[in-house]
């Protein structure tokens, strides 16, 4: 016997937004607790040094060089068959910035030679303000 004959059946539904909560605060709690390196465009290991952080600085052209010998300009990978190219490079990089600074952070297992080719290259350009980063040895 159906008594319930007369009665449509509720369609079935799926709630949501319970789901979409969730999915939230598991969203904020990964881009809070998320670290970024600025060092994501090339696998390096910094030398390590005591020195006092110096500020940043808004005319700073951050120059990476892994131990392979691959270059990044400003977090654009760069290849270049001569130094001139490369010279090329750091100017573009440059623009109109007032006296710009080179910063070098080169893998402590990087060639003498990448290093050299990057101060070379910049003293091309007319870049003559160059330093270098280090890791903290006090970690």
Aim: hydrophobic residues 45%; negative net charge; without cysteine.
């Amino acid at each position: 016997m159906n008594f319930q004959r007369g009665r449509e059946k509720e369609p079935l539904e799926i709630n949501l937004v319970p789901m979409i909560d969730v999915m939230l605060v598991i969203l904020i709690f990964l881009m809070i607790t998320t670290t970024y390196s600025k060092y994501t465009e090339l696998q390096i290991n910094l030398p390590t040094a005591d020195v006092e952080k110096q500020p940043d600085r808004p005319n700073e052209i951050a120059v990476l060089v892994d131990a392979q010998g691959q270059y990044v300009v400003n977090s654009a990978r760069i290849t270049f068959s001569s130094v001139e190219q490369f010279s090329a490079e750091l100017k573009r990089a440059a623009g109109e910035a007032k006296e710009p600074i080179i910063v070098i952070s080169a893998d402590a297992k990087a060639s003498h030679e990448s290093v050299v080719r990057v101060m070379w290259a910049a003293q091309m350009a007319g870049l003559g303000q160059i330093t270098f980063t280090t890791e903290s040895a006090s970690k």
